[in-house]
């Protein structure tokens, strides 16, 4: 006779080849829900997974919530069972050191004008895709502007010729004694103009003329179909800057900037400042003075909006947003003046929120009202050009 909850239980589950630390007390509520009350204290249960649901339904069928007798080839049995259930619940709360959870946030943007620096602003229509942590991150951080990168699966983004030359001047060629200096871009009748000094060269005016279309591998090609140097024609790319120059291009030491023939290459994932962007330019158009680029993909999907408006949305996993860590994620940030599009720049996000205010979801979801950030700072918010 042996008494399911009896010392002598546990004894045999152990001589039978499970580890004392993974014995078990079954206990058997009213409404028969079948627990592991493992070492850690009398209160700390676990329920045994669904994948196991034979293993406990066996247990539910011959146990009783006081004792029952039990022929011994079937306690045996039973003893092997609840060793296999032991095994895998443990494998299931420990899982191996090199498992990694997945911790992207899901994004969402509609008709926002984004400030990656004092300097450079782009337009977005819209965007599909999601923040992915950088670094030893476990999850994205408003406050750190390095701890993610946003990961584009579609989007329509536009930048004018100001924050094209802007972001050439301050973050492509911006070392110290840059061969390239005083760069300037004119869009005009779908065709970009790039005029600076070659600072290596005595600062000898140069300028070109091309188009802009989009790589196999998606990054933007300036094709220079006519180049001056001076006001005199010159025969290509290479030629124009020199050695020094363009040997550095075609050796990729220039950040986001390479050389192909009388054509460069600019990949937006390095050109542009944090946080960086993941994806590809799949097609370029102009109108007016700005540079329309899609991102996506064959494999895009098409993405419901998930409100009107417009508006910043993240949601799933982890998210810090400034003392704020979110569990399973629901942000939106919303734009108090619908008129125009959402001005938001990430660090200047608390000041944009201290002047908004901010609704609870009956979900915990949060619904935050921003002002625009060139409402808080007109001077600051336009580009100088």
């Given amino acids: 006779m042996l008494e399911l909850f009896s010392p002598n239980f546990l004894s045999s589950l152990q001589q039978f080849g499970c580890p004392q630390e993974l014995s078990l007390k079954i206990v058997v509520s009213r409404a028969g829900d079948v627990y592991d009350a493992r070492a850690g204290g009398p209160n700390r249960k676990f329920r045994l997974r669904s994948a196991r649901g034979a293993i406990l339904q066996f247990v539910r ?40 959870q997945e911790s992207t946030v899901q994004a969402q943007m509609r008709n926002v004008t984004y400030h990656f620096s004092d300097t450079v602003v782009v337009e977005i229509k819209s965007l599909n895709g999601e923040l992915v942590p950088l670094g030893k991150n476990e999850f994205p951080i408003f406050d750190d502007k ?8 579609t989007a329509e983004m536009a930048i004018d010729s100001s924050n094209l030359a802007n972001l050439l001047n301050s973050y492509v060629f911006a070392r110290p004694h840059s061969p390239l200096t005083g760069l300037s871009v004119i869009v005009e009748k779908g ?52 050695i020094d120059l363009g040997g550095l291009i075609k050796e990729g030491k220039v950040p986001g900037v ?12 390095q050109i542009l400042p944090p946080p960086h962007i993941e994806g590809k330019v799949v097609s370029v158009r102009i109108e007016g003075e700005k540079i329309i680029q899609i991102f996506g993909g064959s494999d895009a999907k098409p993405v419901k909006n998930i409100r009107a408006g417009n508006y910043m949305a993240y949601k799933n996993n982890r998210l810090r947003f400034n003392k704020l860590v979110m569990n399973d994620a629901d942000l939106v940030l919303i734009d108090m003046d619908p008129k125009d599009p959402l001005d938001f720049y990430l660090e200047h996000y608390k000041e944009q929120l201290s002047a908004g205010y901010t609704k609870t979801t009956l979900d915990s979801g949060l619904r935050v009202f921003i002002k625009d950030y060139n409402k808080l700072h007109p001077a600051k918010a336009s580009p100088q050009k």
């Fill in 146 to 153: 390095n701890s993610f990168s946003l990961r584009i699966s």
């Fill in 258 to 269: 390479r050389a192909e023939e009388d054509d460069l290459i600019l990949d937006l994932e």
């Fill in 191 to 242: 065709r970009v103009k790039v005029k600076g000094k070659l600072h290596d060269k005595g600062d000898i005016p140069f300028e070109t003329d091309g188009i802009l279309t989009p790589t196999a591998d998606g990054k933007l090609r300036l094709h220079s179909e006519k180049i001056k140097a001076m006001h005199v024609p010159v025969k290509g790319l290479m030629s124009l800057f020199g």
């Fill in 61 to 100: 069928n011959l146990v009783s919530p006081f004792h029952i007798s039990i022929p011994p080839l079937i306690s045996r049995a039973l003893f092997v069972l609840l060793c296999a259930a032991a095994l895998g619940t443990a494998a299931s709360q420990n899982p191996p050191s090199n498992y990694k």
